[in-house]
């Protein structure tokens, strides 16, 4: 094969791509914006989840000293009276 063949191929493949990935994020803005998906991510972000995520994020990047700081200040901490 010539390269320009294969350039071309290359550059059909690349705008194929492109144009499915624009269908895609055309279908999902369709979906998420349903009553229906509203729903599910109301109930989502009102669950106990993103506190979670967002402690677990949290606690990943902390040393023991501050982790153990933490723990005592919530209260969750065995040696606390």
Do not use: F, N, W
């Amino acid at each position: 094969m010539s390269t320009t063949v294969v350039a071309a191929a290359r550059s059909s493949g690349k705008i194929g791509q492109s144009k499915a990935r624009r269908r895609l994020e055309t279908l999902a803005e369709q979906v998420l914006a349903t009553p229906e998906a509203e729903q599910v991510i109301v109930g989502v972000l009102e669950s106990p989840l993103p506190k979670a995520v967002a402690r677990s994020t949290s606690l990943a990047h902390l040393d023991g000293r501050q982790l153990e700081a933490l723990t005592y200040e919530a209260g969750d901490d065995p040696r606390r009276p």
